[in-house]
């Protein structure tokens, strides 16, 4: 099958489709040629959606993308220096477009220069020949598939393969990533490319490269569906220990994240919460045991956001309490949800996999289908009819609603109220 029709049509969802379509017709009304290239046709070749669009504009990509704002609302940004733009749309689809050009590195690990050419140079400067292959997009050739590098046989032997002996010396970080992708696909990489991977990592290769462009590759490895797998590999490579100096990968963290991952498989996926973060949470299980000092150095070198770690550093601190309490049976439903209120959401995730006890899973799920909904009906405006002044006592008369809604003690606003007469003409909330 040399053309990819059919698969564009069977194996992408509705929406993706149409834009396809939609993106050929753009480059046939404004004159370019458009080619899909990369994850994109290897995924749509292994039957598989990928939403993260690699396009080759022959033309100009920015012009491209310009002409393409005009019709798929999206935020659009544009490097006109290196000749690429990136479209985001709706719904996590994203078109990364590159200038059909040729590249040549000055220096290991130096930034690309720029220079127009065809579709064939710009496949030749990427990975491996899995990601090689392009699929036309213009209405007259849509879906041709060009294949120059053998990259579809590749995929269908399941072999990760460079496509040039420097290949390694001229992009390091090509080395994760070869072990990301036989690890994601469970696919091989070729005893010559593997042969240059050992070289490349015993020439200490990556150190040629910014930290910050190795962690932001290092970061995809927590994006896999099983990073343990990748970490395992890159240990036995012997490229663990020098991402994550003073971290020994040893069979309790590769069981710790082995768990999480299947917790991640088990929960069903709309019972998970909204704004949980891959890097937190899998950060959170394999750094568990450092010193605060080893900790902190490596939340550093990982290059995290502050709120990442701040999250990171709360989880460490909360847990090993919350998990002795959690592991009591007979937790009432205000203690648990005292216990886990203010714990990230990643944390809530991390508990499940430390402790295997039932209960504690238990426990957890509890507070996240139930308990975190559950809030009293009473608000502000109630307990200033009843005669309460704005102060801290407020937040103690809640607190202490809050508490009886959650223990199923009261329900519904009548109850609230006459439970909140009970506190006033008592004086409870003055306790603490
Ligand atoms: P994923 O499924 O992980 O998104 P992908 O193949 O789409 O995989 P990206 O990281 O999005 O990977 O990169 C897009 C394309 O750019 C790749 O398919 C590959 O052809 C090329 N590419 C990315 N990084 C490199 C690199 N370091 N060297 C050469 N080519 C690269």
Not at 12 to 22: D, F, G, N, R, W
Not at 37 to 59: A, M, T
Request: glycine letters at 4%; hydrophobic letters at 40%; one cysteine or more.
């Amino acid at each position: 099958m040399n053309n990819l029709t059919p698969l564009i049509n069977t194996a992408l969802s509705k929406e993706l489709h149409a834009l396809i379509y939609h993106l050929g017709y753009c480059s046939q009304q404004g004159s370019f040629k458009t080619y899909a290239v990369g994850g994109f046709v290897r995924d749509l070749l292994l039957g598989r959606e990928n939403r993260d669009l690699d396009l080759v504009v022959e033309g100009s990509a920015v012009d491209f993308a310009k002409s393409l704002l005009k019709i798929l609302p999206g935020r659009l940004r544009c490097y006109e220096r290196f000749g690429t733009a990136t479209l985001v749309l709706s719904k996590g689809i994203v078109f990364d477009m590159v200038t059909a050009r040729k590249e040549f590195y000055a220096a290991p690990g130096a930034l690309p220069s720029v220079e127009q050419s065809t579709l064939k140079n710009d496949l030749f400067r990427r990975d491996f020949t899995i990601n090689t292959m392009a699929c036309a997009l213009n209405t007259e050739t849509f879906g041709r598939l060009y294949d120059f590098f053998g990259g579809r046989k590749d995929l269908e032997k399941g072999i990760i393969r460079v496509l040039y002996k420097l290949s390694f010396v001229d992009d390091p970080l090509r080395i994760i990533r070869a072990i990301r992708f036989e690890q994601r696909f469970d696919f091989v990489i070729e005893e010559d490319s593997l042969a240059m991977l050992t070289r490349a990592i015993n020439n200490r290769l990556w150190e040629k490269v910014s930290k910050e462009r190795l962690y932001n590759e290092v970061r995809l490895i927590f994006r896999e569906p099983e990073p343990s797998k990748v970490l395992t590999r890159l240990d036995e490579l012997n490229l663990f220990h020098e991402i994550f100096p003073r971290l020994v990968f040893n069979q309790q963290i590769k069981s710790r994240l082995q768990r999480l991952e299947r917790v991640l498989t088990e929960i069903s996926l709309n019972k998970l919460p909204k704004n949980w973060n891959y890097l937190v949470l899998y950060l959170s299980a394999l750094f568990y045991e450092l010193t605060e000092h080893d900790f902190k150095f490596l939340c550093h070198l990982m290059r995290l956001k502050r709120e990442e770690r701040l999250n990171m550093l709360s989880i460490r601190e909360k847990i090993p309490f919350i998990l002795l309490q959690l592991k009591t049976s007979d937790l009432s439903s205000s203690r648990l949800y005292h216990f886990l209120e203010g714990l990230p959401e990643e944390g809530l995730l991390l508990i499940m996999a430390l402790a295997p006890e039932p209960h504690v899973q238990k426990h957890v799920l509890f507070y996240w289908d139930y308990l975190v909904k559950k809030t009293p009906s009473i608000t502000g405006k109630d307990l200033l009819e009843a005669g309460i002044k704005p102060g801290p006592v407020f937040n103690r008369i809640l607190k202490k609603l809050h508490e009886a809604v959650l223990d199923e003690k009261i329900s519904g606003k009548e109850e609230e109220l006459g439970f909140l007469h009970f506190l006033i003409n008592n004086e409870i909330y003055a306790e603490e």
